[in-house]
């Protein structure tokens, strides 16, 4: 603590010690974490594929491999649930609001 004086009285201002502020900040962890809801989860590794469209039988892919899944329409992963980017470019390329794709769908297929 500094001590300054003001004619009789003394007014202590606290020493600033930058190193033991940051110590003591580290050790509480971060404060939030930020994850936005369409981003890949940090845990699992993605697995990219430039695999052709015609190698891909979509009629056979499961509702996890589209966006949306309550109504299977822009396929994204293919049968190994690598992301395709040529299905990416193909489902950005559908993507019609007036069919029922959302925002949320076309985000998801961007961040791709």
Do not use: C
């Amino acid at each position: 603590m500094h001590a300054v004086t003001h004619g009789d009285s003394v007014e202590r201002t606290p020493t600033f010690t930058p190193h033991a502020r940051h110590a003591s900040l580290a050790s509480q962890g971060p404060r939030f974490h930020l994850q936005s809801p369409s981003a890949p989860r940090a845990s699992a590794s993605v697995v990219y594929s430039h695999a052709p469209l015609s190698t891909i039988n979509e009629n056979s892919l499961p509702s996890s491999r589209f966006i949306g899944r309550s109504k299977p329409r822009l396929p994204f992963r293919d049968n190994a649930g690598r992301i395709n980017l040529n299905l990416v470019v193909r489902s950005l390329g559908h993507f019609d609001e007036r069919l029922g794709d959302d925002a949320e769908a076309r985000d998801k297929l961007l961040a791709w």
